[in-house]
């Protein structure tokens, strides 16, 4: 065991010896003194990008217990975790890149053991994204979860070393830096994880310059066109899951977006659609600011609905192709194989979105029963083949899974039986899957459903709405797993929420943080006065006989402690 010096400062050697007030070996990247005491050792006078500034306060003790722990961690991320975290999507990253990296760089090596360890052993942040409730007490950690962190806290020293010293190179930096993206999502953390994914955007724009001024091997340059840019890409659509959220528009010059030839292979097709999703959801947004400005979708402009059209063609050239691609690698070619059924989900979302833009009517999606209906059962499928040994399913995967296609449907799928099928999908898929938590969105929906149900029932008792709807055609539901008899489809299809009852806007809020502009101080008055409280606000349309219009009604409520 060392002894300290108490008479010796160090005035050219390391900042955690200067503090400590003892003399330093100054050996580079980290002292002597430093690595014998398992401290972090960092020298002054390089500037530290902003993903490293802040890292976690933990220490390791070096050992042959921790040595073998390790070891351990990483066998069960090759065993156990490498597949998974790909949620079936770009496995040759995490299952041969990664791992063979990680032989001759500790901090890949530290990054990769950090997140096996808290895979294994997760401690998972599920409040709303930018609402964590800052007076709740920091949740213990067990050891294992406190090992991870310190070698989650070693590659990040490690890095930052690098970096100082002028020696990092750009691609295992941009590597790392998914990795700690992987660490801080799977902890819940996507406050965070969005800092170090702009970082790796900027990261990603560095090496490209690098590469077209030929500083970079030919080998790396593929890696990042063909699998590392592809999975920002896909990150980027998961972050616009996240209110307000930008979308890195420079990726798009990486992946090829054309679909005039067709698709070379089911990547290309993934890829098409990742990009296809973000500007569905893009458009969206930009569609439901304009139909609030013009008031109502009779005034629309052209120029919008003429967008919408081409997204909805470029959707349909889309499956027309994919499935020509399915049926191409299918021993029968008249039925096509999907080898990734995630994909066809995020098809189907991708057309109610755009259905549901520059329409004020929540109706417009019972159109989309078979979309639904696709969404469900494919997610079924997807879940029964990420179900581990004893059933359950993995705690997080970095890709985006069926949570945001079994949401949607929930919340706008106005079936009964459909949509409870739906939330029970919710509730069992993976909690965390790349930005998007499942949990609190689960909760969300279910609380939106059961308002919907509620007013429903209302306006039935006081009969002040007429319903009739359409039973849609029995092979509509033939690919169920659990099938709906006629009897229950007819049922189920006469119980769907009038206009009246169903749900359009709506947002999560602290009133001492934000609250939506069309909430005002009346909303709270039949509440208790709590700033901290967490509120659900949401707006109704109800119809305007004398001006044949449909008017929005604005509400909120206190939300339970379990958000």
Not at 59 to 68: E, F, G, I, V, Y
Not at 87 to 105: A, H, K, L, Y
Not at 164 to 190: H, K, N, W
Not at 197 to 218: E, F, K, N
């Amino acid at each position: 065991m060392s002894r300290r010096i108490g008479a010796v400062k160090s005035r050219t050697g390391c900042t955690t010896c200067k503090i400590r007030k003892v003399k330093c070996g100054e050996e580079k990247p980290s002292c002597l003194r430093c690595s014998n005491t398992g401290r972090k050792c960092e020298y002054e006078g390089r500037e530290t990008p902003p993903w490293i500034l802040s890292t976690p306060s933990h220490t390791l003790s070096l050992s042959q217990n921790a040595t073998r722990r390790e070891r351990r961690a990483f066998a069960y991320y090759f065993q156990h975790v490498s597949q998974r975290l790909a949620g079936g999507m770009n496995v040759d990253f995490w299952t041969g890149v990664v791992p063979q990296i990680c032989r001759s760089e500790p901090t890949v090596w530290d990054a990769i053991i950090a997140i096996s360890a808290l895979y294994e052993n997760p401690k998972q942040c599920m409040d709303f994204h930018f609402l964590k409730d800052r007076r709740r007490k920091a949740r213990l950690l067990d050891r294992a979860q406190e090992e991870a962190l310190t070698w989650y806290s070693r590659s990040i020293s490690g890095v930052s070393s690098q970096i100082q010293r002028g020696s990092a190179d750009p691609y295992i930096a941009l590597i790392s830096c998914a990795l700690f993206i992987c660490v801080e999502t799977i902890q819940g953390r996507m406050e965070k994880a969005l800092e170090l994914y702009r970082q790796g955007i900027s990261l990603i724009l560095d090496l490209r310059a690098q590469i077209d001024h030929g500083r970079v091997s030919t080998s790396k340059a593929v890696l990042l066109e063909r699998s590392i840019a592809p999975l920002f890409l896909r990150l980027g659509t998961s972050s616009l899951t996240i209110s307000g959220t930008q979308f890195p528009f420079e990726l798009l010059a990486f992946v090829e977006t054309d679909m005039s030839t067709g698709f070379a292979s089911v990547d290309s097709a993934r890829t098409i659609m990742s990009a296809l999703a973000a500007e569905v959801i893009l458009f969206e947004r930009e569609a439901s600011l304009h139909l609030k400005a013009v008031g109502t979708d009779s005034a629309v402009s052209p120029e919008m609905v003429a967008k919408k059209e081409a997204l909805r063609a470029r959707l349909a050239e889309w499956h027309r192709l994919y499935t020509n691609i399915c049926q191409r690698n299918s021993p029968v070619p008249t039925v096509p194989i999907y080898p990734e059924p995630i994909l066809l989900t995020y098809h189907a979302t991708a057309l109610i979105y755009v259905t549901g833009c520059l329409r004020q009517q929540e109706t417009v999606f019972d159109n989309h029963f078979s979309d639904f209906v696709t969404i469900v059962e494919q997610s079924r499928l997807i879940l029964d083949a990420s179900a581990g040994p004893n059933g359950a399913q993995p705690p997080f995967t970095f890709e985006m899974s069926v949570g945001v296609p079994l949401a949607v449907t929930v919340l706008r799928c106005r079936d009964p039986i459909l949509r409870r099928r739906a939330l029970d999908l919710l509730l069992l898929a993976p909690p965390i899957q790349g930005f998007f938590k499942c949990v609190p969105v689960a909760l969300l929906s279910e609380t939106l459903m059961k308002l919907e149900e509620n007013y429903s029932l209302a306006l039935r008792q006081d009969n002040t709405v007429a319903l009739f709807y359409k039973v849609p055609d029995n092979n509509v539901l033939s690919g169920l797993s659990t099938t709906i008899t006629a009897h229950e489809t007819t049922r189920s299809q006469a119980a769907l929420i009038p206009e009246e009852a169903r749900i359009h806007d709506y947002g999560i809020f602290r009133p001492n943080e934000w609250q939506p502009s069309w909430i005002t101080e009346e909303d709270f008055a039949p509440f208790s006065h709590d700033r901290n409280q967490l509120y659900l606000g949401f707006s109704r349309y109800q119809y305007d006989k004398e001006s044949s219009t449909w008017r929005p009604t604005f509400q909120c409520i206190p939300l339970k402690s379990g958000f």
